[in-house]
């Protein structure tokens, strides 16, 4: 599951559209040549799902732009334990166990 565009984007980007079990937070069109694979691709919410939704879609592993987005102690990410989360601005830059 990716949490923002920019991250549903590079999924998208690596082939992954039939991996993903949804995506959310949105703010433009989707890139163009990406069009096809985002449409394969669950669209949870345009803004933030609400923690049900995001446990509906029953992910592995969610990621997201911004650690935000996954903050500790919010519902959301409190309700997705025992889910690999992975910021992408903490995956790119560092030896985070959670990648």
Same mark, same amino acid.
């Given at each position: ?9 590079? #999924? ?5 559209? /039939?991996? #993903? ?6 703010? *433009?069109?989707? #890139?163009?040549?990406? +069009? ?10 345009? /803004? ?6 995001? $446990? *509906?879609? +029953? ?7 911004? =650690?935000?987005? $996954?903050?500790?102690? /919010?519902? =959301?990410?409190?309700?997705? !334990?025992?889910?690999? !989360? &992975?910021? !992408?601005?903490? &995956?790119? !830059?560092?030896?985070?166990?959670? &990648?």
């Amino acid at each position: 599951m990716s949490l923002n565009q920019g991250t549903t984007e590079i #999924m998208l980007s690596l082939g992954l559209a /039939d991996r #993903m079990a949804g995506t959310a937070i949105w703010t *433009d069109p989707v #890139m163009k040549g990406l +069009e096809k694979a985002n449409g394969k691709v669950p669209r949870l919410a345009d /803004d933030a799902p609400s923690f049900e939704k995001a $446990l *509906d879609a +029953e992910p592995d592993f969610v990621t997201a732009s911004f =650690a935000s987005t $996954l903050a500790k102690g /919010d519902r =959301a990410s409190s309700s997705l !334990r025992g889910t690999r !989360r &992975c910021p !992408r601005s903490l &995956c790119c !830059r560092s030896t985070n166990p959670a &990648c």
